[in-house]
Every structure is written in structure tokens, then in C-alpha cells.
């Protein structure tokens, strides 16, 4: 299966350590991985992939707000209707269940059809969620 992996760090970074694990994991099931920068990319490419994985970091400890990448990058791709997705959100203070929440919103405003949500807690634990994808 083809899977884009949406890196939506809180600051413009390259992609945290949970991210290229998450993406390890899932090609270690045999699926072709992309990961793609929110910051950077503009979305374009996201209707050609089969399952969207989103994942992300709130903007603070004390926040439960999105970066303005992530609705920049889901905006851009057009057609994501009824697109397969999953939502990952990196364990990061009191307000990590408010983040994921909003992590979702944003994602089926696009009329993406989230199947899978859950929050990492670190590096191994994103590779082992890479390894359920698709299964």
C-alpha cells in the first residue's frame, strides 16, 4: 500500500525521530512509505497515496492548538474526501487529548475518513504503531 506520512512538527525541523520511526514501521510490513514535511510541501501529491498518516505535535507544552502547516498541507491536496487516515499526535503535556482532538477536526474538515488515532509516546512505541498499519 502506498502511505504518506505528514510530519507536522511544532517549528520548522527536520522530521522528529517518532516520525522516521513511525514510517520504519510500516515499511518494515512491506508498504512503500513517503514522509512529507508540512512545512515544505504543499500537499499536492496526497491524492495519489492509498492511506494518510498524520503526524503531529501541538505548538506548546500548555497547548492544544495545531501549527498552521498542518492546515496549509491538507488544504492543498485536493479531493481527500473519503481518503483512509490515520492520526498520531506525540505525547506532549496536559492538553494532548485536546490536541488530538483538534489534530482530527482538522483532518475531516478535509473529509478525510479517520480509521486510527492514538498518541505516541516515543520513538519505539511510533515504530511498533507502524507495524499495525494496513494489518
Request: hydrophobic share 40%; proline share 6%; aromatic share 8%.
Amino acid at each position: 500500500m502506498r502511505i504518506a506520512v505528514i510530519s507536522v512538527p511544532s517549528q520548522r525541523k527536520a522530521p522528529p525521530d517518532y516520525v522516521v520511526s513511525l514510517a520504519k514501521g510500516m515499511e518494515s510490513m512491506g508498504h512503500r512509505v513517503d514522509v512529507i514535511d508540512a512545512w515544505t510541501d504543499d500537499g499536492m501529491r496526497l491524492p495519489g497515496y492509498e492511506y494518510i498518516v498524520v503526524a503531529a505535535e501541538p505548538l506548546s507544552f500548555f497547548s492544544g492548538k495545531m501549527p498552521e502547516a498542518l492546515t496549509k498541507v491538507l488544504s492543498g491536496g485536493s479531493s481527500l474526501g473519503g481518503k483512509k487516515s490515520a492520526a498520531f499526535l506525540r505525547k506532549s503535556g496536559p492538553f494532548s487529548a485536546k490536541a488530538l482532538t483538534n489534530l482530527m477536526r482538522a483532518m475531516e474538515k478535509e473529509g478525510m475518513y479517520i480509521n486510527w488515532s492514538d498518541i505516541i509516546l516515543n520513538a519505539p512505541h511510533a515504530e511498533a504503531l507502524g507495524k499495525r498499519i494496513g494489518s
